[in-house]
């Protein structure tokens, strides 16, 4: 496609379900990124892939949190025993890594609701 | 960790004026600092950069300032229009991982015809 795709758009689920989140990048893009956008703040880094390296998991905020990407595309971002905290908005962003501008291209995030 | 704080966190504004928003950051090895506009429902949209070899850089109505002696950097929009209306973030990051940014909390600019 021509810009990150993001599946669902929208998700509500019930309190230590589990949810699963998928991007799909820019193809040809090599760094793939998840955010956390909460309720009017700013966006929190959780977890970078960068080719075949072993991802950056250093924002993910508890091991409940985690995430693959496959084939070095698609990505799924997994919440286990979702808890009320985790609402929120997730947004994935790919970008080039070799010759690229640094530029980051958001999809139109994943609104997640716990109840 | 870095911390960027952002000010403010609302401005609102006539068409025509110039809206500046300012951003300080806590970790003097940070290098890149980009700013991003979102639009409601909408992702965030790479506006302008600057990485820390520059002072200033300017795209048409666009500019940011970079003052690393004291960690800050700024937005300046001219002319404003109403389509200038959205949400703007600052971030900052360092090393060799450009995209592993460290945003603002935000602010919200409101363009009142």
């Known amino acids: 496609g021509a810009g990150v795709s993001q599946s669902p758009s929208n998700k509500v689920t019930e309190k230590g379900k589990d949810v699963e989140l998928r991007c799909d990048p820019i193809s040809g893009h090599t760094a793939l990124y998840w955010y956390r956008q909460s309720l009017g703040q700013g966006l929190e880094f959780l977890i970078y892939?960068?080719?075949?390296?072993?991802?950056?998991k250093s924002g993910l905020p508890s091991d409940r949190f985690s995430a693959e990407r496959t084939g070095g595309s698609v990505s799924t971002l997994t919440i286990q025993r979702t808890q009320q905290e985790d609402s929120a908005v997730y947004l994935c962003?790919?970008?080039?890594?070799?010759?690229?501008?640094?530029?980051?291209?958001f999809g139109e995030g994943s609104r997640l609701t716990v109840l | 960790g870095e911390n960027v704080e952002q000010h403010p966190s609302t401005l609102s504004v006539q068409e025509g004026d110039s809206a500046v928003i300012k951003c300080t950051y806590s970790d003097s090895a940070s290098n890149y600092f980009p700013w991003y506009k979102q639009e409601l429902g909408k992702g965030p949209q790479l506006i302008i950069d600057?990485?820390?070899?520059?002072g200033e850089k300017k795209d048409q109505r666009i500019a940011v300032t970079l003052n690393k002696t004291a960690k800050h950097f700024s937005l300046h929009i001219t002319e404003t229009q109403p389509e200038d209306s959205a949400v703007y973030f600052c971030?900052?990051?360092?090393?060799?991982?450009?995209?592993?940014?460290?945003f603002g909390q935000g602010t919200i600019l409101t363009v009142h015809p």
């Open positions: 971030a900052a990051s360092g090393g060799t991982s450009y995209g592993k940014l460290t």
């Open positions: 892939f960068q080719g075949n390296s072993a991802p950056d």
């Open positions: 600057i990485r820390s070899n520059v």
């Open positions: 962003a790919s970008s080039l890594l070799v010759g690229g501008t640094g530029e980051l291209f």
